[in-house]
């Protein structure tokens, strides 16, 4: 898989939550409670976007198994990056693969919000 | 026993201070805590945590700066979560009309429609919190205005 452009991209870490990337993982951990994740998050996971579309990837992993908690500000951020993907013309559209502890209530009804927004575009499934 | 002593014994938390970004873990965490301790639910606990920080992240960003109080309440098979803080009258009409439009659809629609429109608002809005209160704390919310001072209730089944 050509996923270099990923590999390039600086881990994100910030008031309380580290986002990384391993391979075509990218993995949160930590608590997402900032008060303006448009101004960090949200950019950072348009570098990730970006990269994944120019590496022409037809999936990425997204990781929170070890995130505990994230409020509506940053969820809006995840909102955003599904926006993204369905704004891309079909040929580059990829799919947000979420890994999720189905023993941590918020990240199964949180996903499960986004999986309706996101259709196609966004698949859910336990974790470890 | 008085009916001011069986309040007493129905409350798990009550907290007043000043509405600052800087204390909201922590008083999300500390709520969840009681709540998941006093049910022995982990679930509950989340629950909690989730209402507690939507309501008090809301209180922080558009009350007045001055003072919030967060009441933690057991009643029978039920948890009690009421924020109130002091605010404008315009700000808590907005909201008031705000949880009475959103009472028209259901949790799960009106989740879904404000996730939809999300990506829509200014960078800095998401317009998540209370639906999603509604939608991931399963709960109700009722809200009263009293001038310079609003309270947000929420109301769900343990």
């Given at each position: 898989m050509n996923n270099g452009k990923l590999a390039n991209i600086t881990p994100f870490s910030a008031d309380g939550v580290e986002i990384t990337i391993a391979g075509d993982v990218v993995h949160f951990g930590g608590v997402i409670s900032m008060r303006n994740p448009s101004d960090t998050v949200t950019p950072f996971l348009r570098k990730i976007h970006d990269a994944v579309v120019a590496s022409a990837m037809k999936s990425i992993t997204v990781n929170?198994?070890?995130?505990?908690f994230m409020n509506s500000s940053s969820i809006r951020s995840l909102v955003d990056w599904v926006e993204w993907i369905r704004a891309e013309p079909e040929a580059k559209r990829y799919v947000l693969q979420f890994l999720m502890n189905p023993n941590v209530t918020w990240q199964t009804t949180t996903l499960s919000a986004i999986q309706v927004l996101g259709g196609d575009s966004v698949v859910v499934r336990a974790g470890t | 026993m008085t009916p001011e002593k069986a309040l007493d014994q129905n409350r798990l938390v009550h907290l007043r201070f000043r509405?600052?970004?800087?204390?909201l873990d922590q008083v999300r965490d500390f709520c969840g805590f009681f709540a998941r301790a006093s049910f022995d639910s982990d679930q509950l606990g989340e629950r909690v945590g989730i209402i507690v920080h939507e309501l008090v992240e809301n209180a922080v960003r558009y009350g007045d700066d001055q003072e919030l109080e967060v009441t933690l309440e057991r009643r029978a098979d039920e948890i009690l979560v009421c924020v109130a803080n002091t605010t404008t009258d315009e700000r808590a009409g907005k909201l008031r009309a705000l949880v009475a439009e959103m009472a028209r659809q259901s949790p799960g629609e009106a989740y879904a429609a404000a996730m939809r429109l999300a990506a829509t608002l200014?960078?800095?809005?998401?317009?998540?919190g209370l639906p999603r209160i509604r939608y991931e704390g399963r709960v109700d919310l009722e809200v009263e205005t009293t001038p310079g001072r609003v309270s947000v209730t929420a109301r769900g089944t343990a």
């Open positions: 929170i198994t070890k995130l505990r | 509405p600052l970004w800087l204390y200014p960078k800095t809005e998401s317009g998540l």
